[in-house]
């Protein structure tokens, strides 16, 4: 039975080191230019070589996002950036524009090229355009139905990826100039304010400062502000029609989100390939204890509807608190890197990389210069005394 890979995302190295401990077989990451999130710690160009020799060191694949939509003046730009890309040895380039593909192939012909879901790739004939040109992949629109999706992938040579997990756009797949009116930050070259999802009011010009309710009901007026994807009841389903590639949003998100949301597909892409797929109920306790805007199917069942928005509010919801990350043995315990203020006798939560999740008290607490200390300090190191845990392993609360 085919098994999809579970591609996650790397917004920074830690978080890359993340999503391989929790189980990706892939992940996507981008440099400094041209990689659609600006204000994710994007990785300089040695960085991108320790995360590709990390990555490779543990069969592991990386791919490199270079899915802006350029205008002509950096073109040149971006064909020096792909030739330096070529001896980091990427398993492939992220790419949107056909101009940026045109470059791609001519520079670096040895590296795949998968097609990303900015093109809007919604049908078969689309898939089969790019792959006789030389694309590798396609990833489909999130727009793309269940139905649609099987018959694509039953008649394509080419590979599909999906999205199954993450934030969504109200508009086609990210194709939007809402946040370029509202703030001038280019959504399509990876800056977007996330404009659909702000509270509206309507202000009279002179008038300053009186803020009139535009209310669709009492809730008030998010009309645009989709909730966020889930398809982990349907894993099972994408697995026995050949889908490729399973994609996790998120470049953005925290190193407790790519963990936990990680290690739950990575256990429903194995409980998928057995056969008899079943969601199981630590599932969705888990990738609720993460921040997200409530969970919908959106497309998959169809079109989106009014069940795919979230009309009350814009705020992320989570069900747990981050305390700390584990980064490794030590021997009077463990190094941890303190996220969020807890105290020695306290019961948290412990999460560790293959998903067991256990209640442990917390021991003493050691500064790194071996004094006992009575809390922690987010963005401070400590040895916590007493502690087995493989690194990676998640310290939290649940709220
Ligand atoms: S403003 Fe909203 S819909 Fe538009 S690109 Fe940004 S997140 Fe997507």
């Known amino acids: 039975m085919n098994k999809p ?3 996650a995302p790397a917004g920074s190295f830690e978080k890359l080191v993340a999503a391989e401990r929790f189980g990706a077989d892939a992940v996507y990451l981008a440099g400094e230019g041209f990689g659609l999130r600006v204000r994710a710690s994007n990785f300089d160009f040695a960085q ?3 995360a590709f020799q990390y990555l490779h ?3 592991k694949k990386g791919y490199v996002t270079v899915n802006a939509f350029l205008k002509t003046g950096e073109l040149e730009g971006v064909r020096e950036y792909i030739g330096e890309l070529k001896s980091i040895r990427p398993d492939a380039l992220i790419v949107s524009d056909p101009g940026v593909f045109r470059i791609a192939r001519e520079v670096a012909p040895e590296i795949p090229v998968h097609i990303s879901t900015q093109a809007n790739v919604t049908n078969l004939s689309a898939v089969e355009f790019w792959h006789s040109l030389g694309a590798e992949r396609v990833i489909l ?4 139905a269940g139905d649609e999706l099987k018959h694509i992938c039953a008649n394509t040579k080419c590979e599909i990826e999906v999205f199954v997990h993450g934030a969504m756009c109200i508009s086609m797949s990210g194709r939007c100039l809402i946040s370029n009116y ?3 930050r280019d959504a399509n070259a990876g800056d977007c304010a996330q404009s659909c ?9 002179t008038r300053d400062g009186q803020y009139f309710p535009v209310e669709e009901d009492e809730r008030g007026t998010y009309f645009y502000n989709s909730k966020d994807l889930c398809l982990i009841e349907h894993v099972g389903e994408l697995a026995d029609m050949g889908v490729k590639s399973l994609k996790i949003e998120g470049r953005m998100k925290s190193v407790m989100y790519v963990s936990a949301v990680t290690g739950v597909y990575r256990q429903a892409i194995d409980e998928a390939v057995k056969g008899g797929y079943e969601v199981k109920d630590d599932w969705m306790r888990h990738l609720t204890s993460v921040s997200h805007r409530e969970y919908t199917e959106a497309f998959y069942n169809g079109r989106a509807d009014e069940t795919s928005m979230k009309y009350g509010t814009s705020s992320y919801v989570r069900g747990c608190d981050f305390l700390a990350l584990v980064e490794g043995e030590h021997e009077e315990g463990v190094l941890i890197d303190a ?3 807890f105290a020695p006798e306290e019961k948290v939560m412990l999460l560790t990389p293959d998903m067991n999740e256990t209640e442990i008290t917390v021991g003493g607490l050691l500064a790194m210069n071996g004094i006992a200390e009575i809390n922690t300090k987010p963005g401070m190191k400590y040895i916590l005394k007493g502690l087995k845990a493989p690194a990676g392993s998640l310290l939290r609360r649940y709220v």
């Open 339 to 341: 996220k969020a203020k």
């Open 57 to 59: 060191k543990r069969e």
């Open 5 to 7: 890979e579970l591609l």
């Open 182 to 184: 509202m703030t001038g």
């Open 197 to 205: 999802r702000w509270n509206y009011s309507l202000v009279e010009e």
């Open 48 to 50: 991108m070589e320790e």
């Open 141 to 144: 629109a999130r727009e793309v």
